[in-house]
């Protein structure tokens, strides 16, 4: 307003160069595309707009590399874990978009199917990718009676801790079988327990990693799943 600026000039050019060059690519691939230009911030504007058209998710990118300098993730990026209702697929550049491998689903210390796992299971069975489900390190509190038998048990025999980790997540597979329709493979694993345990490795086939960022207060997410989005290849 200072400098008097032609607001509705510059979304019209911002228009054309969306429904033009920006999506040329995306047109030749026979995509079917409907460009919006929306006069808020990044994070509101796509999520008026997925709440507008019912969508499945919100996709975004990130930018960096994860070698040499560390990737950080935007604003919008941060704005849309904590606030989006919608899942959100936060794509990093280079990634490697194979049109097929494994769907990644970090479970945590998960003991029923939750929000998160469930909409792994229906993207893989919808594209039929292969679902694995993955623990990585601890994660229960310590002043929590669980988290006090586990690293009881863990201080006498690590071994006993990560055989009660498959046992769960064999659980959590039968009961993914019995309460979907889709011929799904599922596997399991169980990664150490490094402060910081990369459960995808790089030149893994992954197409998706799928983290739980749901939020108590809608302000913030941990920043595990931070850690875990700025240094995964997929």
């Not at 509101?44 to 707009?49: F, Y």
């Not at 939750?114 to 679902?131: H, K, M, N």
């Not at 009660?164 to 990664?191: N, Y």
Request: aromatic residues 4%; contains cysteine; glycine residues 8%.
């Amino acid at each position: 307003a200072a400098v008097q600026y032609d607001s509705a000039a510059l979304v019209a050019r911002r228009r054309r160069h969306l429904v033009n060059e920006w999506t040329t690519t995306a047109r030749e691939a026979g995509a079917t595309l409907v460009c919006d230009v929306i006069e808020d911030t990044p994070a509101r504007a796509l999520m008026r707009v997925a709440d507008h058209t019912a969508a499945a998710m919100i996709v975004v990118g990130s930018k960096g590399t994860v070698h040499r300098v560390p990737r950080m993730l935007g604003g919008t990026v941060r704005d849309l874990l904590a606030h989006s209702a919608r899942p959100v697929v936060v794509v990093p550049d280079g990634a490697e978009l194979a049109p097929s491998g494994a769907v990644v689903v970090d479970v945590g210390h998960a003991e029923h199917v939750g929000d998160a796992l469930r909409w792994a299971a229906g993207f893989a069975g919808a594209r039929g990718l292969s679902l694995n489900l993955a623990r990585a390190g601890p994660r229960r509190r310590l002043f929590s009676l669980d988290g006090l038998v586990e690293r009881i048990a863990y201080s006498i025999d690590p071994g006993v801790v990560r055989a009660w980790a498959l046992e769960d997540l064999a659980e959590l597979a039968e009961e993914i079988r019995q309460s979907t329709d889709e011929e799904l493979e599922i596997s399991w694993s169980v990664h150490g327990d490094e402060r910081r345990p990369r459960i995808v490795q790089d030149g893994s086939d992954t197409v998706i990693l799928v983290l739980d960022a749901r939020t108590d207060d809608r302000s913030g997410v941990d920043s595990w799943i931070h850690d875990r989005i700025k240094h995964a290849p997929c």
